[in-house]
């Protein structure tokens, strides 16, 4: 965790449906990779953080303290995967569904 | 109607999706992981076919059957009129999802030849063999599918009838009946009944669950899995935390943990003396005597109601020396020294 970039970027994260007590009726995965993303978005920002046009407006206008409370642009999910689940729905059937947006591919300031 | 498409391995959907290949092997261990989470045996066949699918998606990120949803319908078998009928709840669908394909799975029992039929010999032919006629054709499958409302007592209505010829031998096949289901959800009728019937008496042992019992696969594409909560509406099925935690709002007394209670009790008690003894101001006690006495003040005729207007400070040049503090008798405010104030605003 120490070593982990000061900049915007993905980290590691893996999701045990059993720690948040789905596992009853979740029938596959039991756990996945789901990632998340942290760091910093401050200016200057490294191309690595892929910032939006506002968001290098933004993190300008804060170094420069033009407007004040002005916050850093914020660290989020960039690129998704999806995800299929088999669960049991009320009635016990079985049940395939493929969630959009279940796990982190790439971080950005935005 | 699809032409039956009958095959030895796992039934997959009849419009011509490429097929399983390997037969009865469920897939990796999530099979066991489901067995053991429905209570079935490994035999469950919709279970299996369900992660057949499942093990597609995840492996090549094939959606099954163009959408996002694949629902699974178990049977419930009843006897009525003697006769196996298996009924399917599709209740569980849920609005959002556009059906696209619906397909209903069942194994035809090998064919019961009849027996090949003993014709008399004539007496008089002597060398005339007793020839046996060749037995009749195999009884055809009849497939009937009747749709009724949850609380209709009715055989419900007729949506679709089928022949099948009987396969040579015992197998599962698949059928679309996307239409049928169509309609029955079109028209609220999300109770499905489909009879087996070829004709003959059913075996006593009908009524008896079969791991062969059929079931209905309907394939979806559900418009709100985008929504950005959509996990949340069909998989969080409580909240995070258990029931039975108090509110925190709710009255401190009935939380279950000492400490709240405890820090609950201590603030009641220095509730219950009032706010004039803590918020009293520094340097009424040590008003003048000749105050006290003048004026036989208590303390609480001071502060006639606990929220007092506060009146604007009198400008520097009027306002008393310290230690000069007189009521005046004409308003009951009072007036402190600038330091008195301070120390009050501090506390």
């Given at each position: ?10 980290r ?16 596959s ?6 990632y ?6 401050e ?5 690595i ?6 968001a ?10 033009i407007?004040p409370g ?9 690129k ?7 669960f ?13 947006n279940?796990?982190?591919e790439?971080?950005?300031?935005r | 109607?699809h ?12 419009d011509g ?52 949803t694949?629902?699974s ?5 009843e006897v ?7 009924f399917?709840?599709?209740?569980s669908m ?9 397909t209903?799975?069942?194994y035809?029992e090998?064919?019961r ?8 010999c004539?007496?008089r ?20 599918f ?9 055989h ?10 009987p ?6 096949q ?22 087996l019937d070829?004709?003959?008496?059913d ?18 594409n ?11 509406v069909?998989l ?20 279950a ?10 603030s ?6 009032g ?5 009293e101001?520094?340097?009424l ?14 303390k609480?005729?001071?502060?006639s ?7 604007p ?5 009027d306002?008393?020396?310290k230690?000069?503090d007189?009521?005046?008798?004409s ?12 120390k009050?605003?501090?506390?």
């Amino acid at each position: 965790q120490w070593d982990e970039p000061r900049f915007c970027s993905r980290r590691y994260l893996k999701v045990d449906f059993a720690d948040i007590g789905w596992n009853e009726w979740i029938l596959s995965p039991k756990s996945f990779d789901a990632y998340y993303c942290a760091g910093a978005c401050e200016f200057p920002m490294p191309k690595i953080v892929r910032p939006s046009n506002h968001a290098t407006i933004q993190s300008i206008v804060r170094a420069v303290g033009i407007v004040p409370g002005i916050p850093e642009p914020c660290c989020v999910p960039d690129k998704m995967n999806s995800l299929g689940v088999l669960f049991l729905d009320e009635n016990r059937n079985v049940v395939l569904k493929v969630y959009p947006n279940m796990s982190v591919e790439t971080c950005a300031c935005r | 109607n699809h032409p039956g498409h009958s095959w030895t391995g796992l039934p997959v959907i009849a419009d011509g999706v490429q097929r399983d290949k390997d037969p009865q092997h469920p897939p990796g261990d999530a099979a066991a992981a489901a067995a053991t989470a429905l209570g079935q045996g490994p035999q469950d066949m919709v279970t299996v076919h369900m992660l057949r699918l499942y093990e597609k998606y995840s492996r090549r990120g094939a959606r099954p059957g163009g959408g996002n949803t694949v629902r699974s319908f178990r049977a419930r078998l009843e006897v009525v009129d003697q006769k196996a009928v298996y009924f399917f709840n599709l209740t569980s669908m849920q609005d959002s999802e556009m059906i696209l394909t619906a397909t209903f799975h069942f194994y035809s029992e090998p064919p019961r030849w009849p027996r090949a039929r003993e014709m008399p010999c004539k007496p008089r032919a002597k060398n005339a063999s007793c020839r046996l006629l060749p037995p009749g054709p195999p009884a055809r499958l009849h497939l009937l599918f009747r749709s009724l409302s949850q609380n209709a007592a009715t055989h419900g209505l007729l949506r679709g009838a089928m022949a099948l010829a009987p396969p040579p031998r015992g197998l599962w096949q698949a059928k679309d009946i996307s239409s049928i289901v169509k309609a029955a959800r079109r028209d609220g009728e999300l109770l499905l009944s489909a009879q087996l019937d070829s004709g003959e008496k059913d075996l006593p042992g009908v009524s008896r669950p079969s791991p062969h019992a059929p079931y209905i696969l309907v394939y979806a594409n559900d418009l709100a899995i985008s929504e950005p909560n959509s996990v949340a509406v069909t998989l969080q099925r409580y909240d995070p935390f258990p029931a039975g935690d108090p509110e925190p709002r709710a009255a401190p007394n009935s939380s279950a943990d000492p400490r709240v209670r405890r820090a609950a009790a201590s603030s009641s008690s220095a509730q219950a003396s009032g706010p004039l003894q803590d918020n009293e101001l520094p340097g009424l006690d040590e008003m003048p005597a000749h105050v006290h006495h003048a004026q036989h003040y208590h303390k609480h005729e001071f502060w006639s109601s606990p929220f007092r207007a506060l009146k604007p400070r009198p400008g520097r040049k009027d306002r008393r020396k310290k230690g000069q503090d007189v009521v005046t008798t004409s308003s009951q405010m009072l007036d402190f020294d600038e330091k008195t104030m301070q120390k009050a605003r501090r506390r």
